[in-house]
T-cell receptor, first 113, second 112 residues
Framework: DQQVKQNSPSLSVQEGRISILNCDYTNSMFDYFLWYKKYPAEGPTFLISISSIKDKNEDGRFTVFLNKSAKHLSLHIVPSQPGDSAVYFCAASDSGSARQLTFGSGTQLTVLP | DVKVTQSSRYLVKRTGEKVFLECVQDMDHENMFWYRQDPGLGLRLIYFSYDVKMKEKGDIPEGYSVSREKKERFSLILESASTNQTSMYLC???????????FGSGTQLSVL
């Protein structure tokens, strides 16, 4: 049973518009959440994270929102650029399990010029 | 910049062969991880290590073993490769208590 779910395998967005990627989790022990970006033929790279004590974290064009009651987080990219086209993975950890990350299945984002 | 280097980008092996996947990191990180990535399943943790000669099973350790004789090197071993081990294998490292992982470029393994 997947504890971290990304229900949209793909998303297409026009350049300049907002991209919203969603992630749901089932384990209420998760207290730290991360987003990774992966280009073809490269390993995933860290993008942004959020602790469960916050509901929003912003870094430039990227904002992550956390809704603990709904066990839902989302990544907003504004404005979207063609270089943002990649697979985005949501990941979560439980501080009690010491640094292990559980990943979602990923969402392929395509930003159309 | 942290560098995590995986020895092979592509590997083709026969069923029953013993396969070694090597990973080296250059940032003196305590933690090292092996994941496999499969379509629709995301990244699944195979094994991880917090220190030299230490290893812990992840979510899918069956059919795999690992070795960490030196801090910078973490090897994944497929004792007898099977076709269902065809996958993209990703090595990662992280410092101390930090959950932020640094990944290598991956090894695409095909078992025929």
């Amino acid at each position: 049973d997947q504890q971290v779910k990304q229900n949209s395998p793909s998303l297409s967005v026009q350049e300049g518009r907002i991209s919203i990627l969603n992630c749901d989790y089932t384990n209420s022990m998760f207290d730290y959440f991360l987003w990774y970006k992966k280009y073809p033929a490269e390993g995933p790279t860290f993008l942004i994270s959020i602790s469960s004590i916050k509901d929003k974290n912003e870094d430039g064009r990227f904002t992550v929102f956390l809704n603990k009651s709904a066990k839902h987080l989302s990544l907003h990219i504004v404005p979207s650029q063609p270089g943002d086209s990649a697979v985005y993975f949501c990941a979560a950890s439980d501080s009690g399990s010491a640094r292990q990350l559980t990943f979602g299945s990923g969402t392929q984002l395509t930003v159309l010029p | 910049d942290v560098k995590v280097t995986q020895s092979s980008r592509y590997l083709v092996k026969r069923t029953g062969e013993k396969v070694f996947l090597e990973c080296v990191q250059d940032m003196d990180h305590e933690n090292m991880f092996w994941y496999r990535q499969d379509p629709g399943l995301g990244l699944r943790l195979i094994y991880f290590s917090y220190d030299v000669k230490m290893k812990e099973k992840g979510d899918i350790p069956e059919g795999y073993s690992v070795s960490r004789e030196k801090k910078e090197r973490f090897s994944l071993i497929l004792e007898s490769a099977s076709t269902n081990q065809t996958s993209m294998y990703l090595c990662a490292s992280s410092p101390g208590q930090d959950e932020k992982l640094f990944f290598g470029s991956g090894t695409q393994l095909s078992v025929l």
